[in-house]
């Protein structure tokens, strides 16, 4: 992974791959720490995660962004579901 996030209330962790052109959400066990996968999201469905970077979660723990690097840098947003860690695209 090029980066990797943990939500606020420590339930899921976020990780780009760069070299992939994905961000992957994982469920946290709390009492252990084991990871689950929940999500791939892949840069063949999102042109922009091609080049994913870096993920932040918003201190809210509402949103998921993304930072790339394809020529011109972008930020991808997502919005985040707190319950299962799923992601959906915004922007």
Wanted: proline content about 4%.
């Amino acid at each position: 992974p090029m980066g990797v996030a943990l939500s606020p209330d420590d339930a899921h962790v976020y990780a780009t791959s760069q070299y992939v052109g994905e961000v992957t959400t994982f469920a946290r066990d709390s009492a252990d720490g084991v990871l689950s996968l929940v999500q791939q999201i892949q840069a063949s469905g999102l042109a922009a995660l091609a080049t994913s970077q870096r993920a932040i979660v918003s201190p809210d723990g509402a949103h998921v962004y993304v930072g790339t690097q394809s020529g011109t840098p972008a930020i991808v947003a997502f919005s985040r579901n707190a319950t299962t860690g799923a992601l959906t695209w915004v922007q």
